[in-house]
């Protein structure tokens, strides 16, 4: 599995936007399905957002949808999180995950067993 550093969370009002960011320098990032989870204390992370490693599908969660943008760039080993019009409910921390074994996006969401990195937090508050 690939390792990530993942980075940009802080803390903000309902309504701003942050960019989040997670890098590996395990492997290259070609071919890896990729997703952004989040969990909040006590419960298990949560895929909010996957990205294909062979085209651009791509798969958000309902309540992320529209607001929420997955990109990547592989020659950077990078994956971002693009986070708009926040909510209180986005608070939580979030952590990159990237895998060959699930191809499809809307698997890569649901999945689970991934090793973690430290995450970024994340803070909407009014």
């Known amino acids: 599995q690939l390792q990530f550093v993942e980075s940009g969370g802080g803390l903000v009002q309902p309504g701003e936007s942050l960019r989040l960011s997670c890098v590996t320098h395990t492997y290259g990032l070609d071919g890896y399905t990729v997703g952004w989870f989040r969990q909040d204390p006590g419960k298990v992370p949560e895929g909010v957002a996957c990205?294909?490693?062979?085209?651009?599908?791509?798969y958000y969660i309902d309540s992320v949808q529209g607001r929420f943008t997955i990109s990547r760039d592989n020659a950077k080993n990078t994956v971002y999180l693009q986070m708009n019009s926040l909510k209180l409910e986005d608070t939580a921390v979030y952590y990159c995950a990237a895998t060959r074994r699930v191809p499809h996006v809307l698997a890569m969401c649901q999945a689970s067993g991934f090793s973690w990195g430290r995450g970024t937090q994340v803070t909407v508050s009014a």
């Open positions: 990205m294909s490693g062979t085209d651009e599908t791509t």
